[in-house]
T-cell receptor, first 113, second 113 residues
Framework: GENVEQHPSTLSVQEGDSAVIKCTYS??????FPWYKQELGKRPQLIID?????GEKKDQRIAVTLNKTAKHFSLHITETQPEDSAVYFC????????????FGKGTKLSVIP | DGGITQSPKYLFRKEGQNVTLSCEQN?????MYWYRQDPGQGLRLIYY???????QKGDIAEGYSVSREKKESFPLTVTSAQKNPTAFYLC????????????FGEGSRLTVL
């Protein structure tokens, strides 16, 4: 089955700096890679996603890059703010006909004011 | 107001008792999932169902059971065979065809006394 590795497990940055979280996946048939943000005590919510036919996607301060050859994808948050503090999860959706989403173990991001 | 409803939000159970967690969605989504969340472990898949009357085991199915008699409902039973059931349980759903976002319920926190 699919295996998703996520690093780092914790990340502290100063407000205004950038944060980068990296994930690797094992199944070359995976074709959809979402990122979820989970605030304390709340449900995970989608913040950005990328499909295998695209190398990069940006939405304001958040961007995701995908390298299919190396089977890794990354989340980039620029100009971090205290409200960005949360746990972030990457995930990979298996190939055609599958609805099985495998998650990384999460990264706890702390933005220090 | 469309979404996924989980109940109860908090549940306490004595050892040796079975409990059932409810998950209902009115999004007309085809696939539904149960994830277990433990600190530092990310989201681990328990069971998932792509269509009515069919479901598959995820990575940690032992000690759990599910049913999918209706498209809208996917209840999870935590049986007495689950040795460490205290956790946060998240139900989710997705529209068929790998169209993207996984929608989560607010979660159910189960504590075994």
């Amino acid at each position: 089955g699919e295996n998703v590795e996520q690093h780092p497990s914790t990340l502290s940055v100063q407000e205004g700096d950038s944060a980068v979280i990296k994930c690797t996946y094992s199944d070359s048939a995976s074709n959809y890679f979402p990122w979820y943000k989970q605030e304390l005590g709340k449900r995970p919510q989608l913040i950005i996603d990328i499909r295998s036919n695209v190398g990069e996607k940006k939405d304001q301060r958040i961007a995701v890059t995908l390298n299919k050859t190396a089977k890794h994808f990354s989340l980039h948050i620029t100009e971090t703010q205290p409200e960005d503090s949360a746990v972030y999860f990457c995930a990979a959706l298996h190939g055609a006909g599958s609805y099985q989403l495998t998650f990384g173990k999460g990264t706890k991001l702390s933005v220090i004011p | 107001d469309g979404g996924i409803t989980q109940s109860p939000k908090y549940l306490f159970r004595k050892e040796g008792q079975n409990v059932t967690l409810s998950c209902e969605q009115n999004l007309n989504h085809d696939a539904m999932y149960w994830y277990r969340q433990d600190p530092g472990q990310g989201l681990r898949l328990i069971y998932y169902s792509q269509i009515v009357n069919d479901f598959q085991k995820g990575d940690i199915a032992e000690g759990y059971s599910v049913s999918r008699e209706k498209k809208e409902s996917f209840p999870l039973t935590v049986t007495s065979a689950q040795k460490n059931p205290t956790a946060f349980y998240l139900c989710a759903s997705i529209l068929a065809g790998n169209t993207g976002e996984l929608f989560f319920g607010e979660g159910s926190r189960l504590t075994v006394l």
